[in-house]
């Protein structure tokens, strides 16, 4: 099962992600969430593509799938068209109209609320600094290191603070230039005591915060192995995806990582039950890669959402398209054609010096 | 005047010469005109000629709110700007106690609160049972996340002339793109481009897809049911849920076909809105 065995039609499935890290076979929770789906539903006839620039896929963000010519982006459209795929095996059984709406709610919860939990212990500025920063500088190829890291993190900041679990403090530092240190990977220098006060405060509530969420999904759970059978359905994937890019890693600061351990063991362990279904299951198969060779100095061209679908025009537009093309060609054969009938411009043709001489002597003899 | 130094009497002669008066305060035009009833200040209505429902969400959310408790003659005024509210934020709500005989402008999140105060309340805010309350949580984030994306998709672009007129106006934080996604999304000139980052990449057609799957999840779960999630009496997530029905029903945009495919919904839109717009009026 290799990406060169092009007679068995779903080995053209290629999955793009952001690369391995922890262990784990994706640093981000919905690329290694579609990992394990994939590897659950079309084990072994799929390759994975290790991917640092998510501008070439259609909504700029990794996950994106490939199956010859179809690219679907985003972790709830890959999900849904994998299972349309001939042999696939389905995940989510056959739910009542009520339960599946109830689990569409608790997908989505999940997705947000797990997410921002995995961003807050990935982005916060110990563990950034420490640990992420050096990992995502490591995959990277040379022009990106320096830059795209810090552009990912005031990304999820972003949303960090409009959640209210960013923390409340200020980088500035004291002083070194605040681009080279960036550049060099430098973290900024400490804060005041008043500054540590602050932010001890904002860890309490962070950490409510997470108790919550945890409680809801402890609950849900109900000390069983899943959440609705006796396999992983697709709420267990994400909400195991997400749990295990918190638990995996060793950060400087693992307060998160901490708090599952001690007070939410039976997340940990349906985490780890999901990953073990997923990897080491009968039917499962190893994971294979797939490399290409993009240019990476191209990536610095911004594409400007290029790679968006865009739906095929109509006929109206097309034929309006032909008449532009057509006006547009009238109007520079008229102005040239204008140019040159009309003398503004005269191309005038010198004869040569004997014809001029002769005509001279022919006026003075005709005299 | 009371002085720790005691000040000598000619100079206390000479300063009789310039007394101090100290008159009342002048209240601005707008402060005068406060009334004695719970005053919402919220976001301009869609149309206030038929009803009293604002154009923003949130507004819209809390006036549900309020109206769904039970509470009734509360008055709206939309008049001030944003920058008038707590924290730059509309809705607010202006209330006065006759004990402490002064205004109270409360928060939004004071909103509650306040409601409790007038109409008695009971521990599991009108859910069923602590399932019902956990699965809550569950449509609040479905919809303040998939659907408000949609909603934020489907607002009509203001006109060139109209963006360079008005004054720049505050807008929520919430109701940007950027911030719904749990996965933030990509800027729009590329994450890896040398440009600095600006605008935002979305996948629109993704969005409403997933919009769409929402309304179907939304309405299957609804049934036959009065409330969402079988209960007994309006909770805060029929008020949000109105919120978004409203606004989507509003917007003359092909986000609102699925919303009127889906009959159950439909009908429980009317219903709610003829509970919800009789309890408001203007200023």
Known sequence: ?367 | MTSVIPIPPPLKAFFAHFPLYVYPPIQTRERQEYSKFPTLWIHPPFDPSANLLSSDIECLKWQAYIALRGLSNILVRWDFHPDAGIDGHLPNLCTYSESAGDYELLDRKMIPGWVDTQVSADGLDGFNDEEAKLESEAWISLLEGTVHAAVILAQPPKSLLSEIMSPPSFQSPLNSLKVIFAQPPAPLSGLSSILPPSGTQVDVSGVFAEYKNAIVALSDRLGEDKWFLASSRPTALDALVFAYLHSILSYSHHIRLEVIRRANLVAWHHRALHIIAPCFGAH
């Not at chain 1, 952001?18 to 690329?31: D, I, N, Q, V």
């Not at chain 1, 056959?94 to 109830?102: G, I, L």
């Not at chain 1, 040379?142 to 403090?169: D, F």
């Not at chain 1, 006796?230 to 909400?239: F, N």
């Open chain 1, 1 to 367: 099962m290799s990406a060169s065995d092009a007679t068995t039609p779903a080995a053209n499935v290629v999955l793009h992600i952001w690369p391995r890290a922890f262990g784990l076979a994706s640093m981000e929770p919905t690329c290694l969430a579609a990992v394990l789906y994939l590897q659950l539903v079309i084990p072994g006839k799929f390759t994975l593509e290790e991917s640092t620039t998510p501008d070439y896929s259609p909504s700029g963000q990794l996950p994106y799938l490939t199956h010859d010519l179809v690219t679907i982006s985003s972790l709830p459209g890959i999900m849904t068209y994998v299972s349309g795929l001939p042999d696939s095996s389905k995940l989510d059984g056959h739910p009542s109209a009520k339960e599946k709406a109830q689990r569409t709610a608790w997908k989505s919860h999940a997705a947000s609320t797990l997410g921002d939990l995995v961003a807050y212990s990935f982005y916060t500025s110990a563990n950034y600094w420490g640990l992420i920063r050096p990992t995502l500088a490591k995959m990277m190829p040379i022009p990106q290191r320096y830059y795209v890291p810090n552009r990912i993190r005031e990304l999820h900041k972003l949303r960090l603070e409009a959640v209210g679990l960013w923390p409340t403090e200020t980088e500035e530092p004291s002083e070194q230039s605040k681009l080279g240190a960036s550049l060099l990977g430098k973290q900024p220098s400490t804060k005041d005591p008043k500054e540590v006060a602050r932010n001890t405060f904002a860890l309490e509530q962070t950490l409510e915060k997470a108790r919550a969420f945890l409680d809801t999904y402890t609950r849900l759970l109900k000390g069983r192995m899943f959440f609705y059978y006796e396999r992983p359905s697709t709420l267990d994937i994400i909400v195991a995806a997400h749990t295990l890019l918190i638990l995996s890693p060793s950060p400087p600061d693992p307060v998160l990582k901490d708090l599952i351990i001690e007070s939410y063991p039976s997340i940990a362990v349906h985490a780890r039950l999901v990953l073990s279904r997923a990897f080491l299951g009968p039917a499962t198969s190893p994971l294979t890669y797939h490399t290409s060779s993009t240019n990476t100095w191209s990536a610095l061209i911004p594409t400007f959402g290029s790679n968006t679908p865009r739906p095929e025009p109509s006929e109206v537009e097309k034929e309006f398209t032909n008449m532009r093309w057509g006006w547009v060609g009238l109007v520079i054969v008229s102005t040239i054609g204008y140019l040159w009938l009309n003398p503004l411009v005269v191309i005038v043709q010198v004869g040569d010096e004997d014809e001029g001489v002769r005509s001279l002597e022919d006026e003075e003899v005709g005299e």
